[in-house]
């Protein structure tokens, strides 16, 4: 079964940074396009960015209001995958999830979702 | 964002059809549409992905179709358990993903 467990999630100060680690268990993470998407509090789901497998080269693909910002890289052995977000703002307070995207089932769908780690961003 | 009407309610036993409008870039351009359900207060569900077709474990109720830029999601016998929020997506001739902004689904 997969599993996505997140974690790195907290309470920090506007124009902060930030690592947020995504731990695949249950499949071959190295063979997985993975995610984050995000969910302000009462809002709806909003893309963040993937980075393919190493086999596609593991480029990485961002949401415009993220390019530039945030980064995510992947560390296969350890079966994680980490988003680094820095100048951080008020907006980006939100239920970040990672994903697998097309492992299971068809290309360029979410197919696998953890339960989500909190970054809250205030002064 | 791709459009999403707000809300839709309907009793059980009904049919509700909720509709996802974007663009020639999206939509329009890629056979890549996915629905997912979200149940309040726990992570999304993929329950439609490739326009129409299903993961496994997902049940016959729910279907997905596409005319031009606007995709729909159907969801026919309603039941009391179906009640949450959908979201769709698409991929984007961009190479990005986006998400429409939900469709709260309230079985009266």
């Known amino acids: 079964e997969v599993q996505l467990v997140e974690s790195g999630g907290v309470l920090v100060n506007p124009g902060g940074s930030l690592r947020l680690s995504c731990e695949g268990s249950?499949?071959?993470?190295?063979?997985?396009?993975m995610n984050w998407v995000r969910q302000a509090p009462g809002k709806g789901l909003e893309w963040v960015g993937r980075?393919?497998?190493?086999?596609?080269?593991?480029?990485?693909d961002f949401a415009a209001p993220f390019q530039g910002r945030f980064s995510v890289s992947r560390h296969d052995d350890g079966n994680t995958m980490y988003l680094m977000m820095t100048g951080l703002k008020i907006e980006d307070t939100a239920l970040y999830y990672c994903?697998?995207?097309?492992?299971?089932?068809?290309?360029?769908?979410?197919?696998?979702w953890g339960q989500g780690t909190l970054v809250t961003v205030s002064s | 964002a791709l459009t999403q009407s707000a809300s839709v309610s309907a009793s059980p036993g009904q049919s509700i059809t909720i509709s996802c409008t974007g663009s020639?870039?999206?939509?329009?351009?890629?056979?890549?549409v996915s629905w997912y359900q979200q149940v309040a207060g726990r992570a999304p569900r993929l329950v439609i992905f490739?326009?129409?077709s299903r993961p496994s474990g997902v049940s016959d109720r729910f279907s997905g179709s596409k005319s031009g830029n606007t995709a729909f999601l159907t969801i026919s016998g309603l039941q009391a358990g179906d009640e949450a929020d959908y979201f769709c997506?698409?991929?984007?001739?961009?190479?990005?993903?986006?998400f429409g902004g939900g469709t709260r689904v309230t079985v009266l």
């Open positions: 994903t697998t995207e097309g492992f299971t089932y068809g290309f360029h769908s979410h197919d696998s």
């Open positions: 249950g499949f071959v993470f190295a063979n997985a396009w």
């Open positions: 980075i393919r497998a190493f086999a596609q080269g593991g480029t990485t």
């Open positions: 020639n870039n999206d939509i329009g351009y890629y056979n890549y």
């Open positions: 490739g326009v129409t």
């Open positions: 997506a698409s991929y984007t001739s961009s190479r990005t993903d986006v």
